[in-house]
């Protein structure tokens, strides 16, 4: 399969790497990356480990490929979809955290599968990337049901020995994850502490109640998520991710823009077109935007 990795940073770099043991893969990279992976190659260490030579880019615009997978961060979600509609891809795919799908959806024309991705990644140095937890890709149509497009690239990330799982019911795993993020990537990041610091206390009744907002704003999409089932993800996720420091709060920690438009900030915005007040999520985005806009962002 020809693929267009669009964003190689962490997650992008390493998930580029390993299918470009069996694929032709090209990375749209950041320029110091690209230069290395195109000299030199990649490595990748840690939880996985190999040497990959996919092709490296800093043109963002006229690739050809089966599928471009995104993984920019969701705030450059609107960017990757202006270059990918001057690329022709026939199938898109995001391993991106938040709801970013919709958006890549209403810009481009090849059909768009949703996915989710629990590797955990790190790009070390340019033409270096960590993988600092073996996870599983789950991806989908967009919309649930069987999809002959999520068969075959769900082979192709197999081939090259990539835990995937292709799910049916992929709205419901969005949402699931979406309450899991809202729950504890505002509140870690907001109060400084590792996952596992939101079991049994009073910050933890904050991030059921985020998880418990974004069920019921799940069903007002038609999404069956009951409340009982987000909170056992939330408390699945605490206990298995305890000595974790969640992504939010990595990217608060290093000055970094963080991901809460398309986590606690989509929760608000899709509330708000069923009239539905969802005042913890509303709290969470609105503190950690002023983080952003005051002395966060370096
Ligand atoms: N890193 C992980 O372990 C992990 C795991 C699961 C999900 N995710 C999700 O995956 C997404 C990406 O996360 P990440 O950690 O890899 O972020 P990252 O910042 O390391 O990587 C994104 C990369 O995209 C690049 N980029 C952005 N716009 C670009 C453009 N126009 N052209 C070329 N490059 C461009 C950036 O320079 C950056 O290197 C996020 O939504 C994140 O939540 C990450
Ligand atoms: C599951 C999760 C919250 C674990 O830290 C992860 O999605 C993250 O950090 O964004």
């Known amino acids: 399969m020809r693929i267009l990795v669009f964003g190689a940073g962490s997650l992008g770099t390493l998930v580029g790497g390993l299918l470009a043991s069996v694929h032709d893969v090209t990375l749209v990279a950041r320029d110091r990356h690209a230069t290395r992976v195109s000299k030199t190659g990649l490595d990748i260490v840690g ?3 190999a040497h990959a030579s996919p092709a ?5 615009t006229g690739h050809d490929a089966d599928l471009a997978i995104v993984t920019v961060k969701s705030f450059d979600t609107a960017a990757a979809a202006e270059a990918l509609a ?6 898109i795919l995001s391993l991106q955290n938040g709801l970013t799908e919709e958006m890549l959806a209403s810009r ?13 990644a790190r790009l070390v140095a340019p033409g270096r990337v960590e993988c600092t937890g073996v996870g599983r890709v789950v991806l989908g149509a967009l919309d649930g049901g069987t999809s002959p497009l999520a068969e075959r690239v769900g082979k192709a990330f197999r081939d090259a020995n990539i835990n995937t799982l292709v799910a049916a019911d992929m709205p419901r795993r969005r949402w699931e994850k979406l309450a899991v993020n809202a729950g504890i990537n ?4 907001l109060s400084r502490v590792e996952n596992g610091c939101l079991a049994a206390n009073e910050a933890s009744e904050l991030t059921h109640r985020a998880a418990r907002e974004t069920a019921r704003v799940a069903r007002l999409e038609g999404v069956r998520l009951p409340n009982r089932v987000a909170r056992a993800a939330i408390d699945r996720v605490i206990e298995k991710t305890a000595a974790n420091r969640s992504s939010m709060l990595q990217d608060v920690e290093s000055g970094k823009r963080t991901e809460v ?7 608000v915005d899709i509330a708000a077109e069923h009239d539905f007040e ?5 709290t969470l985005a609105a503190l950690l935007r002023a983080w952003e806009r ?4 370096r």
């Open 186 to 189: 505002a509140v870690t990041a």
């Open 261 to 267: 438009d398309a986590i606690n900030g989509a929760v």
């Open 294 to 297: 005051g002395e966060g962002l």
């Open 108 to 120: 481009l024309e090849a059909p768009v599968l949703a996915g989710t991705a629990t590797y955990g």
């Open 278 to 282: 969802v005042p913890t999520n509303r």
């Open 86 to 91: 001057d690329c022709d891809a026939d199938a």
């Open 56 to 60: 490296a880019t800093t043109a963002e």
């Open 47 to 49: 939880a996985e480990s």
